[in-house]
């Protein structure tokens, strides 16, 4: 019997500025709340960010090629953070995808499916994963996504 990996749960706070003129979340906030919740998430799992060492010594890095979200349900302002489910859904060997939620009160608001290309930024090129990429993200790829 196999257990699917926990995922990484980034809570965020919703600011007075985030909402448009009906009061909901505006839909390119959402971005903000994956890219932040990404973020974290390559923290948690030991994968460097571009500039930070050590990959400012390697000098690798990730673009993301695609983001596709779904908005499910209307975000309003709420004074509780909301949290930004992040899991492994597919791993490649230049490129991963990862899948995010959005989440208020249990109920998923925004799904995006975020497809990330190791990058290799002195070349301009594409690069295989690395280690410190393969190793953090291997023990969390949900299964049958």
């Not at 050590?54 to 690798?60: H, I, L, R, V």
């Not at 309003?76 to 899991?87: F, K």
């Amino acid at each position: 019997m196999s257990t699917e990996p926990e995922p990484h749960v980034f809570s965020a706070a919703i600011r007075y500025s985030d909402l448009d003129a009906q009061g909901h979340v505006n839909n390119a906030v959402f971005l903000m709340f994956f890219d932040d919740a990404r973020i974290e998430f390559f923290r948690h799992v030991g994968i460097p960010q571009a500039g930070i060492p050590p990959e400012a010594e390697t000098g690798t890095s990730r673009v993301i090629a695609r983001t596709e979200i779904d908005y499910l349900a209307p975000l309003m302002y709420e004074q509780e953070p909301i949290q930004i489910v992040t899991r492994v859904l597919a791993m490649g060997s230049k490129s991963f995808t990862i899948g995010q939620d959005v989440v208020c009160r249990g109920t998923v608001c925004a799904r995006a499916k975020v497809v990330l290309v190791a990058y290799d930024p002195a070349n301009g090129t594409t690069r295989p994963l690395d280690d410190y990429e393969r190793n953090g993200l291997g023990p969390l790829l949900v299964s049958g996504s």
